[in-house]
């Protein structure tokens, strides 16, 4: 009992770490005022591209790199539309998502059916020999941990330093922010290209950690759940990672539901997750006060330095 415990806590955390990337991403973007709902199209795009540098490679973090620089690029289509041209940021989101999930596809056909070596999980010598502690708190692989220290350092960074600060002010005044001199503009540029590389890097962690092969629309709705996350944590980083754990914990248990042969038709337990997150989400909705008080001010609206 106790190895299935802790088999199944950490696979939780691995289900649980490209939403962890994906949402980390989008709360700086929301944060800076910008609503970007193409993180599932980035994600695609990162796990799409973060494999084809590993097959041609055969070294993994080029693939890691290739995967986040790919999600970076598409996010910096979409603030071209929106922050340049001013086009509405809801339906820009939607068509990257759709713009990813076509890219993706066609990219990956020449991926299809292929695998590669993956990324191990370290050992850290003593601290994970040590019983049940040593593998769940040193036995993951490299990313686990890299999601995690980068989902602190984005709460140090927003609530601790100068830049974290303005980039708060932006995302609740836009306009009193430029009235004292500070570049809106190239503030959310920055917001959305941090979002869509940590986007690419959630793509590139499924293709390259979680799987590890190429499968077309794999992400299988994680951008849509990361999206979610960033409402269920109310804008605040600490609470990202419970969520991610939350959601990859209902993931888990439907597949392991499934093994178990409990009777519980297949369909059914692959919504688990989606449905988790809807009933989430209309449980939040409930409270429109809290939700008002802790969303930016200005997210969603574009901004114009001349009005």
């Not at 970007?36 to 790199?65: R, Y």
Request: one cysteine or more; charged letters at 10%; aromatic letters at 8%.
């Amino acid at each position: 009992m106790t190895e299935l415990i802790i088999a199944s806590i950490m696979t939780m955390m691995t289900a649980a770490t490209p939403l962890v990337f994906a949402a980390t991403g989008e709360l700086v973007c929301e944060k800076s005022g910008v609503l970007n709902l193409g993180v599932e199209g980035m994600m695609l795009i990162g796990a799409v591209f973060g494999f084809a540098a590993t097959a041609i490679t055969g070294n993994a973090v080029l693939g890691l790199a290739a995967g986040g620089a790919c999600g970076l690029a598409a996010a910096l289509i979409f603030a071209v539309l929106t922050l340049t041209l001013l086009s509405n940021q809801v339906a820009t989101g939607l068509a990257l998502t759709i713009f990813g999930t076509g890219l993706s596809a066609l990219v990956g056909l020449d991926y299809v059916g292929d695998t590669i070596d993956q990324i191990r999980r370290v050992h850290i010598p003593v601290l994970g020999d040590l019983p049940v502690v040593g593998r769940l708190l040193f036995g993951h692989d490299p990313l686990v941990y890299l999601g995690i220290a980068m989902l602190a350092l984005t709460g140090w960074f927003l609530a601790r330093t100068r830049w974290g600060m303005i980039l708060r002010a932006v995302g609740d005044s836009d306009i009193s922010a430029h009235a004292i001199g500070y570049p809106v503009i190239a503030i959310r540029y920055g917001a959305v290209a941090f979002g869509g590389a940590m986007a690419g890097l959630g793509g590139a962690y499924l293709s390259l950690v979680y799987t590890p092969l190429w499968a077309e629309n794999m992400t299988a709705g994680r951008g849509w759940i990361a999206l979610a996350l960033v409402v269920f944590a109310n804008w605040r980083p600490g609470r990202v990672l419970l969520g991610a754990v939350l959601f990859g914990g209902i993931t888990i248990l439907q597949l392991n539901a499934q093994a178990a042969g409990l009777g519980i038709p297949a369909a059914f337990m692959s919504m688990l997750p989606y449905i988790a997150t809807i009933v989430v989400l209309v449980f939040i909705s409930r409270d429109a006060i809290r939700i008002r008080l802790n969303a930016p001010a200005c997210l969603g609206r574009p901004f114009r330095a001349d009005r």
